[in-house]
Each structure stands twice: as structure tokens, then as C-alpha cells.
């Protein structure tokens, strides 16, 4: 018998991947909390596009309150694309639906196999890190991609049990997700991760401050030092912590910390890494925090720049930059502050 595959978080990545997957045949459930989203699936389908052709998927589509209607015909794996504050509820209702081999993989922004094993044990606990893909829930119904398929680039998925080891599990994951876009085991999860997560205490952090798409973000000259420093202490802080960090933006950690320190040529390298990215970002690109505050939802922007912030202070280091836009962002979500380039102009490197 083939995989029942769920994925709970039928928003941008996870009706993306969910959808990606319905085309390519497999036995796919999606769960959603926008009912429109939900209702519209059942009776249309639904609409994948954006960069790509415009198809039409028909995976199974739920409401949360017919989640439970899965434990006659449980889940072999389940992909969490929830918001990181969402993590231990949905975890908790993914749990009683799991079949006896069934496992749960994180799909999300920040840091969060360490909240999902506490509730359903690390055996049961994966990840898939996500690399510069851009996608977005644009009504109820469509989900379109904001950037051009990376294809042989370089590796979107990534895939990695919590103890690093390459197990039948993870090559199944990666034949799958190669339905959606390019993928690859990773035997370092955590460096992958933490890797992730700087790259979007920038993105977010940036584009929610100064309501900039990502491609005005990657424009825009004036940030260039900004985004630097963002990257250079995430590096810092992920070091420290021990993690084995990988490219980020496509320029390793110590070219973005050697730039941070005014090397040239390290700066040099960043400037043609970032206009790599750019060639492949679309106008309507926009990060999932600064989506969220268009949309009036909370904002995971304390799983990302808070993350490295709560980190660093654990350690005693300094992130003056990760700080600064940290706590432009809460007052943007408090509603104290519009977005606008103007609202980083008193930061420490504004």
C-alpha cells in the first residue's frame, strides 16, 4: 500500500507541497484552519501557479474539526507547516492520528523538532529545512509561487533526521518533495536549520520593518549594511551554540562576518550572492511575517529574530542589529509603528 501523507497547514508551503504531491499521485490529505481555504479545496480543487503553470490539484482537504475522522485511516507521515506559536496544539491534534509507523516533519520557520519530540518522542520527530522558496496563499483556493524553481541550482528541501544519520525515511522524503522542486538528505539538521533561520532574521525582519518586497529589500543599497550585520550576528550566535552553519544566501558564514568587519572582498561577495537571489525573485514575493501583518494575523518574528536574540543573551553576546529590528517589528504588530524604510533609520547601522 502506497503512504497516506498529510500535511497540516494548508497556507503558502504546505498547499504548495501538498499540492505538488496531489499532482504527482500520491494519497495526500490537506488540514486547514481558514475555512473558505478549506471549503473552496473541496469543491474546486486547488489552484497551483505564479511562476509556473497554472494546474489544478484535488488532494483531500479538511477542517480542523474533522481531524478526527482520520484516526480510522491514520497518517504515515505528516508535514507540519503551522506558524512556529501553533506548533504543541497541532502536534498534539497530529499525534492520535499517526499510523503505528507514522512520523511528523517539520516544515516550518525557527527551530521547533525539539517541541514536537517532546509530545510525540524524537523517533517520531523529522525535519525538511526549506531553501529560498517563495510561495503564498493568495485567496482562497490559489496558492501561487513567487520565485522561479530552483530545479539542479541547488537543493530547496532539505531533509534530515534529528540524529543526522541518512535512514530509508529520509530518501523516501526526498523522492517525494522532488514531486514539489529540487531535494537532498542533509546529515546536519541543526546547521541547516540555524543556517535557515538567519536568512530570515533577515527577510522577515527587514521586509516587516520597512514593508519592502523581498525583491525592493534585495534593491535597495542602503540595507546592504544592514542585512550584513543581521546575517553576521545570527552567524555569530549559531557558532557559539555549535551548529555547523552552511551557505546562506549562497556566501559561506565567515564571508558574511569578514564583511561585517568591512572586508571588501568578502563584501564584494555578498553583493554578487544577493544579486544571484534577486534574478529569481519576483515583485509579488513578500516574507510570511511581513504577509502576516498585511493580513493583521500574528507574526512568528519571535521564532526568528527573537530566536537569535534569546540565544545570544543566553550567551552573553552581543546583537545590537537582530535587537533593533526585533523591537521595530513588536511595535509594528502593536500597532505603535507603520512599516516604512524610515522606521530603521535609528538603528545601529540606519
Known sequence: ?????????????????????????????????????????KREGLRLGGTEIEQVA?????????????????LDIVFLCVKSYDTPWATMMTAPCLSPRGFIVSMQNGMNEECI???VGWERTMGVVLSTIGVNAIAPGQVIRTTEAAKEAHAVFRVGEVHGRITQRVTELVRLLQCADSAAATTNLWGERWSKLVTNSISHGLSAATGLTSRKLLEAGFLRRIITRLAAEGVQVGQALGHSLVAIYGALPEAWTAAARGDQSSASEIDRRLKERLARVTSRERPSVAQDLVRGRRTEIDYTNGLIVSKARMLGITAPVQETILAIVRRIERGDLAPSPATIAGSPEG
Open 1 to 41: 500500500m502506497g503512504l497516506r501523507i498529510g500535511v497540516f497547514g494548508a497556507g503558502g508551503v504546505g498547499g504548495y507541497v501538498g499540492g505538488r504531491l496531489a499532482l504527482a499521485g500520491e494519497d495526500v490529505t490537506l488540514i486547514g484552519q481558514w475555512p473558505e481555504h478549506v471549503d473552496c479545496i
Open 117 to 119: 519530540a517532546g509530545l
Open 58 to 74: 484535488r488532494p483531500v482537504a479538511l477542517h480542523l474539526h474533522e481531524v478526527q475522522s482520520l484516526a480510522r485511516h491514520p
